[in-house]
């Protein structure tokens, strides 16, 4: 990749827009991808009320077609993995000769979604610790974390080490004041991700609440804890170990931020569909298929089919 490199955000929601703007207002060169939000964002710009300082972009490169976007170094996919139907159609025409996919989402199984859509090219994924939702058109609220995870895809799932692809997008992360963590391992640190979203993402719709009052309450509190020992036992299945000291961090974690409603809720509350393959089918396929049931984290699967299918 070039020394200054171009990048493109499909899905300029509260995740791409949050860290599209930050990489714009460090001086990259970042070129967003809208759907609803194109008219009012191409006129007023991205507006982002953060805990690490407000901002606005007055002026940004707003798109509502892929085809008229130039070619980039750095397509970073950050719609929701229940979109990702539309990759084959959307990646080709951003993609620059070398270009890396730079996969923003949660769940398993996205990025063999994503090679598949561009063969030949790099796919990296960024497992990002995030707590921002859109509040209106072109208007994120950022209100707690905010690092992102970089790891690279293999297709035989191995670890892939640490390459210069990412490398050279965590330093661009890096300059515009966001944490960065390069790992050498995907398939483990998508489990760790896992570890707190299955509870915190499915509890929340199932029981219409945020984490505040998850962990506040003692009954549900231990319910997150027994699924999160779940998850940590499924990815041993899958040959991934997770110190069981993890799940006492992520429960620290979650006690320390504020409230915060997950974005399965958000979509869930929106009537939007929900990412109930990605969170809950695909690792609880892997589980099975290694020998293992996750009893916990599939009647959480079954709930939301349910209300998602409802919804």
């Known amino acids: 990749m070039p020394q200054a490199r171009r990048y493109a955000i499909l899905g300029t929601g509260a995740l791409g827009g949050f860290y599209g703007a930050r990489l714009c207002r460090a001086g990259c060169d970042v070129h967003f991808l809208l759907h609803s939000d194109f008219e009012h964002v191409r006129q007023h710009g991205l507006v982002v009320d953060s805990k690490d300082g407000d901002f606005v972009l007055p002026r940004v490169q707003a798109y509502r077609d892929v085809r008229d976007m130039p070619r980039c170094d750095v397509v970073a996919v950050a719609l929701k993995a229940t979109n990702n139907h539309l990759l084959p159609s959307l990646l080709p025409p951003v993609l620059a000769e070398g270009g890396v996919v730079l996969l923003m989402q949660n769940g398993l199984g996205g990025e063999e979604e994503a090679a598949r859509a561009a063969p030949g090219h790099v796919v990296v994924a960024g497992l990002c610790f995030l707590c921002s939702n859109k509040v209106g058109p072109g208007h994120i609220c950022h209100s707690d974390y905010g690092a992102v995870r970089f790891a690279q895809y293999s297709a035989d799932g191995a670890k892939a080490g640490v390459s210069d ?29 896992l570890v707190w979203n299955v509870p915190m993402s499915g509890l929340s719709v199932v029981l219409d609440t945020d984490t505040g009052a998850l962990m506040a309450d003692p009954h549900t509190r231990a ?49 939007l569909p929900m990412e109930v393959e990605a969170i809950y089918g695909n690792p609880l396929r892997a589980a099975q298929q290694a020998g293992a049931r996750m009893p916990l984290v599939e009647t959480l699967y079954r709930q939301l089919k349910f209300l998602d299918a409802r919804n």
Do not use: N
């Open 165 to 193: 692809s990412m490398r050279a997008i965590g330093h661009d992360f890096a300059a515009a004041g966001i944490e960065v963590d390069l790992l050498d391992d995907l398939l483990l640190a998508r489990w760790q991700k």
């Open 223 to 271: 319910l997150v804890e027994d699924i999160m020992h779940e998850v940590v036992a499924g990815a041993r299945t899958c040959g991934r170990h997770i110190d069981q000291s993890f799940v006492q961090k992520m429960i620290d974690m979650t006690v320390a931020m504020k409230p915060y409603r997950a974005s399965l809720k958000v979509d869930f509350d929106s009537r």
